[in-house]
């Protein structure tokens, strides 16, 4: 592996690190460049879908010193194209670890520099914007125009589960269908802690095939990507809602529900990624912290207030972070309640929800 590493992004800038993790001998880890805030759980970071095609830059700058835990991870593999970090622990120390992040990322085929600038980095990012980027051991053979064209396709496809899976205890008490868009592991668990039945059913189902199952309720997860290019999925889900199935969607679940409904979205300068996201309830006045990790937000003016209203707010810059259905028994969060790896503020809308569910198909009062 070479001495050095360079990530370029498709403005021209280029910072300099050393490589840790999987060889780029055979090929450029190219991905949207994002920052995370979180200053724990770069485990759960590491193996959340909804980081598909993206190389993921952590704010915090120390990380992998409590090692590699697999019980915490959120799928079965890492999931970004790269990851960048200010300093690399070689010798992680936690009585649960398995092994150091380096083996860890070396296994999975994810290309990692360290020794980077990553406060200056995430500046440039917020000042500028999200944009592309390339880690590579020849900054002077990218080319900038190519870069700039990059885009993540398919990426619900690609990260979403192949076939039906069923979770939960035998003596549940309701049937839960997952949609899986790229699922993080702690909705399945925080379901199936609440008594449900998790019927986990790949992004390509149709409407009539969920229904086949008799579900009690409908759980739209997150995902990666843009959600307006997930036009077959929002077709389906129009059917769905027109039979009042009981439904929660997060975060792209939240984005999709919403284009269902004839709202739109639109994508944020550089998103909200970290567990320090302040949320406000717009009925409550309450703020719960929360956690998150998006690019794209609803536009809370595309909104039909005869059909739904928004609920939640980022207190931070105003965006949507949720919506109450009065047409439909339904209500979404861009958050993620079941919280992993914290906080856990929001963790009651799970218990909203298998209300809802005990409520069958009625109009959403919550």
């Given at each position: 592996?070479?001495?050095?590493?360079?990530?370029?992004?498709?403005?021209?800038?280029?910072?300099?690190?050393?490589?840790?993790?999987?060889?780029?001998?055979?090929?450029?880890?190219?991905?949207?460049?994002?920052?995370?805030?979180?200053?724990?759980?770069?485990?759960?970071?590491?193996?959340?879908?909804?980081?598909?095609?993206?190389?993921?830059?952590?704010?915090?700058?120390?990380?992998?010193?409590?090692?590699?835990?697999?019980?915490?991870?959120?799928?079965?593999?890492?999931?970004?194209?790269?990851?960048?970090?200010?300093?690399?622990?070689?010798?992680?120390?936690?009585?649960?670890?398995?092994?150091?992040?380096?083996?860890?990322?070396?296994?999975?085929?994810?290309?990692?520099?360290?020794?980077?600038?990553?406060?200056?980095?995430?500046?440039?990012?917020?000042?500028?914007?999200?944009?592309?980027?390339?880690?590579?051991?020849?900054?002077?053979?990218?080319?900038?125009?190519?870069?700039?064209?990059?885009?993540?396709?398919?990426?619900?496809?690609?990260?979403?589960?192949?076939?039906?899976?069923?979770?939960?205890?035998?003596?549940?008490?309701?049937?839960?269908?997952?949609?899986?868009?790229?699922?993080?592991?702690?909705?399945?668990?925080?379901?199936?802690?609440?008594?449900?039945?998790?019927?986990?059913?790949?992004?390509?189902?149709?409407?009539?095939?969920?229904?086949?199952?008799?579900?009690?309720?409908?759980?739209?997860?997150?995902?990666?990507?843009?959600?307006?290019?997930?036009?077959?999925?929002?077709?389906?889900?129009?059917?769905?809602?027109?039979?009042?199935?009981?439904?929660?969607?997060?975060?792209?679940?939240?984005?999709?529900?919403?284009?269902?409904?004839?709202?739109?979205?639109?994508?944020?300068?550089?998103?909200?990624?970290?567990?320090?996201?302040?949320?406000?309830?717009?009925?409550?006045?309450?703020?719960?912290?929360?956690?998150?990790?998006?690019?794209y937000a609803v536009v809370p003016q595309s909104i039909d207030r005869n059909v739904a209203k928004v609920r939640y707010v980022n207190a931070n810059d105003g965006t949507c972070e949720g919506i109450d259905y009065s047409a439909i028994p339904a209500f979404t969060v861009q958050f993620h309640p079941e919280a992993a790896a914290g906080p856990r503020?929001?963790?009651?809308?799970?218990?909203?929800?298998?209300?809802?569910?005990?409520?069958?198909?009625?109009?959403?009062?919550?």
């Open positions: 592996m070479a001495e050095a590493v360079y990530l370029v992004l498709s403005n021209g800038r280029i910072f300099e690190g050393r490589p840790f993790g999987a060889s780029n001998e055979s090929g450029e880890a190219v991905g949207e460049v994002v920052f995370t805030t979180g200053m724990t759980g770069y485990l759960e970071t590491l193996t959340d879908p909804s980081y598909h095609g993206q190389i993921v830059v952590q704010t915090f700058p120390l990380i992998g010193n409590y090692g590699v835990i697999p019980d915490d991870f959120e799928s079965v593999k890492a999931q970004p194209k790269g990851y960048v970090v200010r300093e690399l622990c070689p010798k992680p120390s936690n009585f649960r670890s398995r092994g150091d992040l380096n083996a860890f990322l070396a296994e999975s085929g994810i290309t990692g520099i360290s020794g980077v600038d990553t406060r200056a980095l995430t500046r440039i990012i917020r000042e500028s914007g999200t944009m592309n980027g390339v880690i590579t051991g020849d900054p002077q053979n990218v080319d900038l125009e190519e870069l700039k064209g990059f885009y993540i396709r398919d990426a619900v496809a690609n990260v979403s589960a192949k076939e039906i899976a069923v979770f939960g205890a035998s003596d549940y008490e309701r049937t839960v269908v997952l949609w899986d868009f790229g699922a993080k592991e702690n909705i399945i668990r925080s379901l199936a802690a609440r008594g449900c039945r998790v019927i986990r059913a790949p992004h390509s189902l149709s409407a009539e095939e969920i229904l086949s199952y008799e579900p009690d309720g409908v759980m739209l997860t997150n995902g990666p990507g843009d959600p307006s290019d997930n036009v077959g999925i929002v077709k389906e889900l129009k059917k769905l809602m027109a039979r009042r199935v009981p439904t929660l969607g997060i975060c792209l679940g939240h984005q999709l529900l919403a284009l269902a409904m004839g709202g739109t979205t639109e994508k944020l300068k550089y998103g909200h990624r970290g567990a320090n996201q302040p949320v406000r309830d717009e009925k409550t006045g309450r703020v719960s912290i929360t956690t998150q990790n998006h690019g503020d929001t963790s009651f809308l799970f218990d909203r929800f298998i209300n809802m569910m005990d409520r069958g198909a009625g109009v959403n009062a919550a």
